[in-house]
């Protein structure tokens, strides 16, 4: 396939439906992110010492969510925390530097009042 065919499909090709508002920064891409977790967790079952881990996505346009470091090999990049057991990632939520933490929800009967932001992501994972 060549450059100019795949940008013409690339074009008109939506992972997400446009006509709802969007309530996260990561909306756009939550029904791939939410199929590739499902999926994650549907053929693995993590083991009992898992790791929370941070990866790293590079990226070249621009954007007010995307991570900004000098002389790195990727510069310009997206920031995901995972939970990840044995080289497998079991589940993953996007960072962006400038959303707030109580976008993140929590589960269960613990008061994320007194937790801090790295706190709620993880109790979100």
């Known amino acids: 396939m060549t450059l100019v065919r795949f940008e013409k499909i690339k074009r008109f090709l939506h992972v997400s439906d446009h006509t709802t508002p969007h309530v996260n920064y990561y909306d756009n891409v939550q029904p791939l ?18 790791s929370l881990d ?3 996505v590079r990226f070249g346009g621009r954007s007010q969510h995307t991570y900004r470091w000098k002389g790195r090999p990727t510069p310009v990049r997206y920031k995901i925390l995972a939970l990840c057991d044995a080289g497998y990632t079991y589940s993953f939520l996007p960072e962006s530097r400038i959303s707030q ?25």
């Open 54 to 56: 941070k990866m790293v």
């Open 33 to 50: 992110m939410g199929h590739v977790q499902s999926a994650s967790q549907k053929h693995y079952v993590p083991q009992t010492c898992v």
């Open 101 to 125: 933490a109580k976008e993140v929800p929590i589960h269960g009967a613990v008061d994320d009042e007194h937790l801090s932001m790295t706190g709620r992501k993880v109790m979100h994972l």
